[in-house]
């Protein structure tokens, strides 16, 4: 039971990093200005009437409206009159961001939603993990790190909100992602009921784990290559796609020539894993992503941004950050003290 509780809490948290993708693919972030409700409601609004002043209109403490394109919040429940009273409102102070889009708010509420159940099967796994604690007492600490983590993680998705989208911290938000998918294989590998051995050389897994650093290196650059992106469909607009790397900063051409390094390397570690045997049957999916990847990229640049190309470039990102750090869990402390001959 507690193993099924693993692998529903990673799903879940790949499906909150598949729909974060979607958020910034469509420009959602601030789609709800508050946190943890969204304009003051569990279940966000369908229509920017339910967010604009009325009169005689009943409000609850902590409702949020638009008015001269700011945010105001109810100080107290209360019905209005027939005119708009300052003494009912507070300013909303967290940041000057009053823009309402039905499909953004809606979007980023569904991240939201996925991000609260990701919370919950979380927890139910680390309240499983205590009858681990005779067994593996690595286990049930690690689960319970993974609630404060990601917990953490809400908690730095609010400060993302409130600071209207930073690229700091969009990139911190995102590593944090990886670090709770990195503990959650870690907990997936050791409630396995069987570990396999594999002859597998110490210079290998060295590479490995340089492979899984330069993996983790190109998601933080393309952090950053993404938000040189949104700025420009903000100058430019939407349409005009051709112009969106017309004239990129250097941290674009610094990704571009890792991504040839990364796939160089991998490439050599799935052949020496044919060449010697060693079975490590992931490394074929990690090299079919990495293809994938590399494919992704060049359809973004050369094509001009195709649909869905930019969420699809960061997810396999994510999987491929996954699995190897996944294969190297099996390889790690396995492993003939040098280079297989045969």
Request: some cysteine; charged content about 15%; hydrophobic content about 55%.
């Amino acid at each position: 039971m507690y193993r099924k509780w693993v692998k529903i809490s990673l799903i879940l948290v790949y499906l909150v990093i598949i729909a974060g993708a979607m958020v910034r693919m469509t420009g959602s972030g601030m789609g709800c200005p508050d946190w943890p409700k969204c304009f003051g409601y569990y279940i966000p609004p369908t229509d920017v009437s339910e967010i604009t002043w009325e009169p005689n209109h009943l409000y609850e403490k902590g409702q949020v409206v638009i008015m001269d394109e700011s945010l105001i919040v109810a100080a107290t429940d209360f019905t209005s009159g027939t005119q708009y009273d300052f003494n009912n409102w507070n300013a909303y102070t967290k940041h000057d961001y009053a823009i309402f889009n039905v499909w953004h708010t809606w979007i980023e509420y569904i991240n939201r939603l996925i991000g609260a159940l990701s919370g919950i099967a979380i927890f139910i796994m680390a309240i499983l993990s205590i009858w681990k604690w005779r067994e593996n007492k690595k286990i049930t600490l690690l689960s319970w790190l993974s609630v404060f983590l990601i917990g953490f993680q809400g908690w730095l998705g609010a400060t993302v909100v409130y600071s209207v989208l930073a690229p700091v911290r969009i990139t911190i938000h995102m590593v944090m992602a990886l670090v709770i998918v990195a503990v959650l294989l870690y907990l997936l590998y050791l409630s396995r009921n069987k570990l396999k051995t594999f002859s597998v050389s110490k210079s290998y897994v060295s590479l490995l784990v340089f492979a899984l650093v330069l993996s983790l290196v190109q998601i933080i650059l393309g952090t950053q290559v993404r938000q040189f992106v949104d700025e420009q469909v903000r100058l430019v607009g939407y349409d005009a796609k051709s112009l969106w790397l017309e004239d990129p900063t250097l941290v674009f051409y610094i990704h571009r020539t890792f991504s040839v390094l990364v796939f160089a390397l991998n490439a050599w570690l799935w052949f020496f894993n044919r060449k010697h045997n060693y079975g490590l049957h992931k490394m074929n999916w990690i090299f079919l992503l990495i293809i994938l990847e590399a494919a992704t990229g060049i359809a973004m640049y050369y094509f001009d941004f195709p649909v869905l190309s930019q969420p699809l470039h960061l997810v396999l990102a994510a999987l491929l950050f996954g699995l190897q750090f996944y294969v190297i869990l099996e390889a790690w402390k396995r492993h003939i003290p040098k280079f297989v001959t045969r």
